[in-house]
């Protein structure tokens, strides 16, 4: 079936150090892939996606680059701020269909 | 535009009780999804409509659970009776043609 394995969390760092989120997928034929971002009391925000193998989806200083060799999907920023504690999913939607299939979540924490 | 409204925020009930959550999309959106998010996992879908159509129902619970959208527009979920492990954030969304989904705020619910 079609899964999105993240990795576990929390994940706790210090202010301005280099985040490395982990995600691979199982997926049938090839997949469209997200990274969402729940902030503390808000919904799902979508913050980057990837449409095809070797795309890379950037928003807000996160990046993710599309490994079909792989199957994996993991998220990365250079320097973290207090402000991107939240919780991130990686979620996968198969080509034709519309529904999404997310992973666990991982929360991060970032400290002063 | 308007986001995606859900009501209400919280509910606590006692199991074997009923609930109703309401969700209203985002304008001009035919698609209308449910997932359901227990504590420390991903949302998971449950029911999937495009317009007043069911799409995909596949993982509800139809036992317990059960969900209309009669005019296409606001939906409801209803749960009936309610059991602890039902205790979870639903999260309603809507998308125009798959892309670019939009998640509510999610009511909690807690069944004790």
């Known amino acids: 079936g079609n899964s999105v394995t993240q990795m576990e969390g929390p994940v706790t760092l210090s202010e301005e150090a280099f985040l490395t989120i982990n995600c691979t997928y199982t997926?049938?034929?090839?997949?469209?892939l997200f990274w969402y971002v729940q902030y503390p009391g808000e919904g799902l925000q979508l913050l980057l996606k990837?449409?095809?193998?070797?795309d890379k989806g950037s928003n807000k200083g996160f990046e993710a680059t599309y490994r079909k060799e792989t199957t994996s999907f993991h998220l990365e920023k250079g320097s973290v701020q207090v402000s991107d504690s939240a919780v991130y999913f990686c979620?996968?939607?198969?080509?034709?269909?519309?529904?999404?299939?997310f992973g666990q979540g991982t929360r991060l924490t970032i400290n002063p | 535009e308007a986001g995606v409204a859900q009501s209400p925020r919280y509910k606590i009930i006692e199991k074997r009780q009923s609930v109703a959550f309401w969700c209203n999309p985002i304008?001009?959106?035919?698609?209308l999804y449910w997932y359901q998010q227990i504590l420390g996992q991903g949302p998971k879908l449950l029911i999937q409509?495009?317009?007043?159509?069911?799409?995909?129902d596949s993982q509800l619970p139809k036992d317990r659970f059960s969900a209309e959208r009669l005019k296409g527009v606001d939906s409801t979920l209803k749960i009936q009776p309610a059991k602890l492990e039902d205790s979870a954030v639903y999260l309603c969304?809507?998308?125009?043609?798959?892309?670019?989904?939009?998640f509510g705020s999610g009511t909690r619910l807690t069944v004790v």
């Open positions: 969304a809507s998308s125009r043609r798959g892309d670019g989904y939009t």
């Open positions: 990837a449409t095809k193998a070797d």
């Open positions: 979620a996968l939607r198969i080509q034709g269909a519309q529904k999404l299939v």
């Open positions: 304008s001009g959106h035919a698609t």
């Open positions: 997926a049938t034929g090839y997949p469209s």
């Open positions: 409509f495009q317009n007043n159509g069911v799409v995909d």
